[in-house]
């Protein structure tokens, strides 16, 4: 009953918000701004297409982590804010490595528990060249997509970030709150270097209320926007190493005590293993906002997840259905690595591999890792947990004005497609910011099919120019709502 009430609450308060709220441009980039705020209007256009060839250059900066080299990411990006008038400042945390912060200031009394922080990191994982078809750090285009590594984790996040700074600069709009634009680095690494960094060691350059960071989705399908999931939690991941060990020797005399076999079984027993389904408000809420934008049978399920006699039926419908339902309703496991023998003729002394685990928020590691080794059953099999920096936060507040802007500027940006609240099966910086009470939000503003979203973290990753202009032209409203004085 609690939750149909605060689902109700939800609707009411977001139709009231949604019919006071001033219609972004539909078929233009040009922004209305003095309709929505008092403020001037700005040629969205033009900062977008600046934005496209600042996106160009930061791919074409390797910053694959490690070693990171956000330093020189972010000596680019301080020219880009130079020339529009805006000052900035780096500071680092290791040689070559830390991050940019930028600020324009309101026209109020200074108030961090009120400023807005757009934040987006700056190191990308690895490639393969030799899979890819374009140079993955050539920031090239073609066939109107802009192919590069990070090109939407994060740089495309970082530069329509800066794109919004920009803009509000250009429109000379008066703040009521400070809006800050941080660039930072390590986020594949876990933070330590980045944003662990920069909110235990200067704190004072980024104090904020509110953030928008990456995470979430819009979901596009056949060219339209069918729904806005925003971030407003997320899983922990743990890694945990599985070890076995032995007597090395030739491999041409077979041991009992081979530590490849033993882990093998292992790996072979956790691979088949699933933790029991949890659902939190959050999925719930996700899963009932999603229920009527899905077919009927998909639909069906989703509601009888509310169903106390068809709820097991329904999770497990859903997670055959969807491997990213599957994640966000469960503790999940995945072995991703394996080490061996240094040599094709040699049985090693020890062999290990590691469980890349996501637990859900609340969820201690330890109590999985013991039920993982009754289910091994192999005296010569331990476990091992590695540190973490992670750390389970509390979800952010589902009705913070934030929020609401974000709910609202979807509904007009995409043809009202409606916001959903959403636990992401990842990790983001975020954390660091949500374990200081500040209400932090997922919002990858570019719409992206199901085709687009696979090459995150792949070959090939690109994001199409016409993406990317929406999503800032989204990004912009919602900014322009929540931060500029009316």
Partial sequence: MARRFMTLTLRLALGTLLFTFPAFAQGTSTVPAASATGAPAV?????????????QALIRIDTTNPPGNELAAAKYLAGVLQKEGIPSETFQ???????????????????PSKALLLMGHLDVVGVDKSRWTVDPFGGVIKDNYIYGRGVFDDKGMTVANLAVLVALKRANVHLDRDVIFLAEGDEESGGTLGMKFAVEQHWDKIACGFAINEGGRVAEQDGKVQYVAIQVSEKVPVNVDVIAKGTSGNASIPRADNPVVHVADAIAKIGTFETPVQLNTVTQAYFEGLA???????????????SSDRA???????????????AMMRDTIS????????QQNVIPSEARAVLNIHLLPGDMVEPLVGKLQKLVDDSEVQFEVEPSVREATPSSSLTSPLYFSIAKGAAYAFSGAPAVPYMDPGATDSMYLRLRNVQTYGVLPFPLSDVDYAHMHGDDERLSVDSFRKGVEFLYGVVSDFAVAK
């Fill in 93 to 111: 945390s290791a040689p070559g490595r830390g991050f940019l912060v930028a600020r324009l200031a309101s026209t109020a009394v200074p108030d």
């Fill in 43 to 55: 040629d969205l256009s033009q900062v977008e297409s600046d934005a496209i060839g600042w996106l």
């Fill in 292 to 306: 009527p934008l899905e077919d009927e049978d998909t639909g069906k399920w989703m509601r009888a997840l509310e």
């Fill in 335 to 342: 072995p991703t690595m394996f080490e061996g023998s240094v």
């Fill in 312 to 326: 097991d039926h329904a999770a497990r419908w859903l997670s055959s259905a969807n491997p990213a339902w599957n």
